[in-house]
T-cell receptor, first 116, second 117 residues
């Protein structure tokens, strides 16, 4: 079974440009999450989809970030326009329905974004 | 403020030795506590998940403990191997499980473990 896959694995863009990151969750996982780690900091939560709906987007830093999950399958995270401080690793993760005891959250390998 | 703190920041041990990593948290509401292993350049991989009612959980040579009263957790690694070299991250779920918010994770900075031959 394929794990969580992310594309691109690495991206270098200039300040002011747009980048779109894609995440394919594990098949059958309704929950999809985006997290990111900026240089020297811990990983932080960005948002959570349940199927195609945004369950929680309290971690999104500002309106330059737009996440979508049309059809409830793969998700995209667009940064427009990119700023230097957006550089970091963007992780996508997915999980099955949580039955109250804590479900395993599976992470992708991350998309490394460098804004120059 | 929700926070997860880990110690030590880094640790070097010899192959075959045991070690214990520490985690203190101030997170509310508390749903569960997770330990993840992250190899360099890879995504985090789940080791254990514990709810507030669980005191200990094992996964092979990894044993996690949780004291919900003092808000402390530890990860004990037994008979370390070279492949154990990685960052170990303590993660607490801050959301309400009732509302399916378990994925709102608060991450620690990680403990960088290096196992030497």
């Amino acid at each position: 079974e394929a794990g969580v896959t992310q594309f691109p694995s690495h991206s270098v863009i200039e300040k002011g440009q747009t980048v779109t990151l894609r995440c394919d969750p594990i098949s059958g996982h309704d929950n999809l999450y985006w997290y990111r780690r900026v240089m020297g900091k811990e990983i932080k939560f960005l948002l959570h989809f349940v199927k195609e709906s945004k369950q929680d987007e309290s971690g999104m830093p500002n309106n330059r970030f737009l996440a979508e999950r049309t059809g409830g399958t793969y998700s995209t995270l667009k940064v427009q326009p990119a700023e230097l401080e957006d550089s970091g690793v963007y992780f996508c993760a997915s999980s099955q329905e949580d039955r109250g005891s804590g479900n395993t959250i599976y992470f992708g390998e991350g998309s490394w974004l460098t804004v120059v | 403020k929700n926070q997860v703190e880990q110690s030590p920041q880094s640790l070097i041990i010899l192959e075959g030795k045991n070690c214990t990593l520490q985690c203190n948290y101030t997170v509310s509401p508390f749903s569960n506590l997770r330990w993840y292993k992250q190899d360099t350049g890879r995504g985090p991989v789940s080791l254990t998940i514990m709810t507030f009612s669980e005191n200990t959980k094992s996964n092979g040579r990894y044993t996690a403990t949780l004291d919900a009263d003092t808000k402390q957790s530890s990860l004990h690694i037994t008979a370390s191997q070279l492949s154990d070299s990685a960052s170990y991250i303590c993660v607490v779920s801050a959301g309400s499980m009732i509302y399916n918010q378990g994925g709102k994770l608060i991450f620690g900075q990680g403990t960088e473990l290096s196992v030497k031959p």
